[in-house]
């Protein structure tokens, strides 16, 4: 065997060849620029090897340099092509097949033992191969990725045209080299530019098909965003959730069915369009329009009945493209009003919450809903069910809100009216707290100077809670703030209040309340009281505590209650203590009260200290007591001690 | 009629007596107790209202229900004498009222005629007897008087939906109301299955 000359290599097919691969080879950094993703890297490397392969040969014309590559290239493509389609098996018998060709090749080259027939028993491989690769392509059909089948198709009919070439006339032909050889270079490059081109097509409707939902969605939240904004009424927000999922899905009507708050039912809420019942009606339902879609308008079912309670039981979507004849549609006459044409059931999950259902129809003789459509409403509902949960989120925080502010309201109210700084006098010393349990706010207490030498304290409780409970303290207050400064005594103070207070506005207004006047100069103390707890004193000379107990029933319940008052007499070193019942009846964690005999130690307990040391000692023994127990009624303390 | 209430045909509605029944056990309940002074009764009820929680939506209803037990342990327990007390044990939450209610009377003593008057008139609702259900109208004893409506206990027995029970003295009754809780939607037992 000689080397070619470069005469001979010139009259070779090599040049035109080497213009083709030039060309070929542009058109590669082309396409390379383009192919972000190196879906088409394989096929440039078969394209590399046929360029290697046919370099080689014009050095080297022996046939068998180009069988042998051609083993190795087609085991390659049918790699190439099979392996992303899930054909392990035939490319490890095609590789295997073709690697003992080449054996065989290099055998016979070596010492030449095949036949010489009119076709190279070897040469009938590659074609082989591309049969093999075809009839796989077949059977893979159309569950598999289009653009990849397309490209195989493709690349395995041009490799079986070349295949057929080759072993037709030979590896020595003219044709071969001069004509397939170079039209053979196309088709790595062809199949790599129509894989990329149908990718991106595909990208393409894949950013058309993102950015309409988007759309939708956006068109969603509009919607419901306005129900939330104008009238915060669900009815609203579902009215327009379903029309915007209507008008989405090119439907003629559409529903939203939620699962009811208390039973394990689901109800339409919202109906919009034409939407003709998918279930059955009532036999006894007359057959009019109107009375169908007020039936349909309140109709709910138990979970698993109807394709509704299905879906919302089971929490799978439902697609009836065509109802005529489908079993899952319930026919309920043959009225046109009554005819569903094509259906879509898409229960709205929360997570693995099932809060509803969403349907739409299109009427008989319209196109039926796609596949596409389908889809498209599945995202929709997604996005829905998330909006109508966040809607009663909403509103649960709504209602939340609303009941602490009037908590709050009157608390703001009881902490306005009760003295913020207590007055010191020369004989007397005061100390007092008032901690109002969250949401009730009806402990009242004053101190009220009337004279130089007199002062009137009050401890009070309201019945009921909120801003009626803080109206009647206000009542009182003022009442008792107008009387304070006549000459009238406690007991009479009480029942003007009372007259000022019973019977006089459409509400229960009842409340207790002690009143003690203290004479500063002398000690001597004047108690009245309406139906509030007893007034307890610390004895400095006995040391003990006396319980001052003056029975009567609370102002509100009759006009004309009258008040009897006592009189008493506080040495120096003495305390008085008035408290309500939310003192003594503080529960702790073992279900036992605080009690006034306890009360009463506390106090005992604070002979050494001042009237304001007293009521923190008071305020710090109930704390230990209750311990982590919840507060549930106001507790207020107000002590006085003598010292003359 | 198209919504006929049939709620009085489900479920036993009858007065029991049962002592060892847990809505006896007053473990951390509130507690108050009152002279049985009839003037005071709406009072009375107030205090115990007012520690009901504000997510209780019908509140008056509980107010009115609470009221009437008041009312029956003052007047025809303890005969309206002021030194009888009666005694309250409460507890409520956004999902419960549960109540036991006792006075120092003799007890109900017309108990088990009660409960036959009752489901007398319970077969003549469910027979839309409306004829015969005028004789049964109003419960009275020798000692009712013209305050005394005598159906306020068939209107409890509606109410209080968790149980109605007298202790064996008939002296002290438990009850238990249960509002039904809002929830949204419902949880897939299984996504696979």
Redesign the interface.
Known sequence: MSIPSIEQILGSPLPVKLIVLLGMSAVFLYVRKRDAEGLTSGFFYLFALQAVRDTAYAFLPIPQVYLISDLFIFAALVYLIASTLGGRALVVGVSALNLAAVLLALADYALPFLPALPISPLGLVPALDSAVLAVFLAVRGRSQDRTLLNAGTLAAALGAAYAAVALFLGYGSDFLHEVAVPLFYFWPLGIAFYQLETHEGQLVRALEYYEGEVDSIYRLSIESGAAMRKTFSISDMLDGLTRVIVSETEADGGAVLLVDEFEDVVGFRSVQGRFPPPFKLPEDLPRKPERVEAFVRHAQFKLGETLFGEAAKTGKPLFVPLADGDERIQSNGPEDFLRVGSLMAVPLLVEDTVIGVVAVERLPGREPFSEGRFDHLKTLANFGALQISNFFSFQEARERSERERASNIAAEIQGLIVPKKLPEFPTAALGAFTAPAIGVSGDYFDVIQTRKDRVLLAVGDVAGKGVAAALVMVMVRSVLHLVANTDKDVATMLSWINRGITGKIEMDHYATLGLVDVNLATGEIEYANAGHQPLLIFRAEEDGIESVELKSIPIGVERGTGFVKRTLSLKSGDMLLMYTDGVVESMNAQGRQFGRKNLGTSLLRSRELSAREAALRIRADLANFAGEARQHDDQTVLVLKMKL | MDSADTTYLSGIHEIRVDENSPLFE???????EFPS?Y??I??FT??I???A???IKEINLLEQQISEIIKNAVKHGNKCVPEKKVRVWYEFDASHAHLIVQDEGEGFKDLETWNEFNRRRLEKLAAQDFEGLADYVSFRTESSDDNDGGNALFAALEYWNGGFVYNTRRNAVAMLKKY?????????ED?T?
Do not use: I
């Not at chain 2, 007053?26 to 108050?32: E, H, P, S």
């Not at chain 2, 039904?180 to 897939?188: D, F, K, S, W």
């Open positions: 007053k473990t951390n309940m509130l507690f108050k002074d003037r005071q709406r009072y107030l205090l209202v007012q520690s929680p504000l997510e039904p809780q809002r929830h949204l939607g419902v949880t897939l996504r299955g």
